[in-house]
């Protein structure tokens, strides 16, 4: 009897509401059939716009052109300045060295202020305040104290990527169920016992969602910092083409940016379904 | 004399002269209200739980019940009289009791084996000791094939049986379980209590069983306290007279349609309807 129960969850049932027809291989995979459909023909699209349609070259440039800009910033080698693995290589460097410190702060904040609510409830409303400034509006600032280096840039991207983890590790400190406190109390467990084998563990899918959205705003911080004031970086070649008003490789530099934020995106998305696999799969069993 | 007005307490008071392993004497707990006042949840309960005992509580929603089994679990400090466990004054959690919440509380990201060894990592005691016993209690509960499983894998009673494994495990002298088989349907329900009691009688531990279930209360227990609302107080206390091991026909004897009839009666004299 316990047996047939424990299969509730899994795919024979799914398979027998829909036996009439079996999942398409559509239904299946998306992300494999109907996303590249999707580029396709937002490529499509592009060339009808560029190169039958004629639209003006510095509001559409040609893809094409913009794929030749590409190969030529990738076929330069990594370590020379003028290719796009290089300044990709700072931007990305500076990006993750913000984001793990800035992600690594707000966590760790974020448990200090849940635990102690004295603490917590002190400092909120500086918290609130602070998280509604436009941290990009601070960036100029950064060059006046750290100049043109990296230090600027990454310092940027984690004062942008501690809010979102900030706020999520007390949302998911708020959010764990009072029975599992219970029960490690009533087992004398101990404060670090409490927090690194109940509390902690049950703020990971919070603690992902806020990486997931901290992983696109890293990039962002990155690029901006080097809007104001960088010798290296993706922001800083968008800031040349600009000025020069070379359309074409400004698009491939966007669409670089572009493909790193999903890239980074998709990392936390890896990380989480290794780490954070249960809550996946506890909501599934849930929802059957 | 009818054997169900029989004062369970004085039954046991000549049986044997040990002292009881609960022992309550005016126990009382307010509780403050968001709004600065008070509310009464338990009131002068005066009861004692001997060594080996079912006991179960039955009463409706809210009347404290589950307050009081916090209570004896160490979570909530009582506000006035005595509670002793094991002789002892209560002060806190004891490694004495073992609590069975209404939810399995099982962590999703521990296999059945891992949620099962949780209170001996939490009590610092050696993992390698208690494997071994993990084990044999899985075995005993049928969820041996499920160890390396993770929670959402099993259905919901073999999610509480894991649960009261995890109890078991500490080996302590009490068991507290709070409705532990409320969110279970009916057929699974009977099925858990019949295991209930296999399990209690192998391993003979105490048990104080909330449940807002008459008739669950009746079939599992020595004695059953009926508790009425506003305040928590204690309506009476039955002694089941029903032979041991029992089965679910023992539902339909008039013994027990009488245990049942006299059960209602105390828990509506006092407004309450379960």
Known sequence: MALE???LSSPERNDALTRHAPPSVFRRYPQFTISPAILVTLLVGWWLASDVLHAPIYVVPPPEQVFQALLRGFSRAPWDRASYWYHSGVTIWEALAGFAIGSALGTVLGFVLSHWPLLGKSWYPYIVGFQSLPKVAIAPLMVVWFGFGLQGKVFITAVITFFPLLVNTMAGY???EPERIELARSCNASEWHLLSK???PSCLPFLFAGLSVAAVLSIIGAVVGEFVGASAGLGMLLMQYNQALEIAPLFAVVLLLGVIGFLMNFAVGRLERRYCFWAQRSNAAART | MNPVLAAAASLHASADCRPPLILARGLTKVYATAGGGEVMALKDLDFEIYDGEFVSVVGQSGCGKSTLLKVLAGLLPYTAGSVALNGRPLRGPSSEAAVVFQSPVLLPWRTVLENVLLPIEFRK??????????????????????EQRYPYEL??????????VRALLQDPRLLLMDEPFGALDAMTREQMNLELLRIWSQSRKTVFFITHSIAEAIFLSDRVIAMTARPGSIAGVIAIDLLRP?????????????????????????????
């Open chain 2, 125 to 146: 005691l050696a993992l390698s000791r208690y494997r071994e016993k993990a084990y044999d209690l899985l075995e005993m509960a049928g969820l041996r094939d499920f």
């Open chain 1, 198 to 200: 109940i509390i902690f």
């Open chain 1, 174 to 176: 708020q959010a764990v």
């Open chain 2, 246 to 274: 029992r089965d679910l026909s023992i539902i339909n004897t008039d013994r027990f349609g009488r245990y049942a009839a006299h059960l209602r009666a105390l828990l509506d004299a006092q407004g309450g309807v379960s």
């Open chain 1, 5 to 7: 129960s424990a299969n």
């Open chain 2, 155 to 164: 259905s919901g009673g073999m999610q509480q049986r894991a649960s009261i």
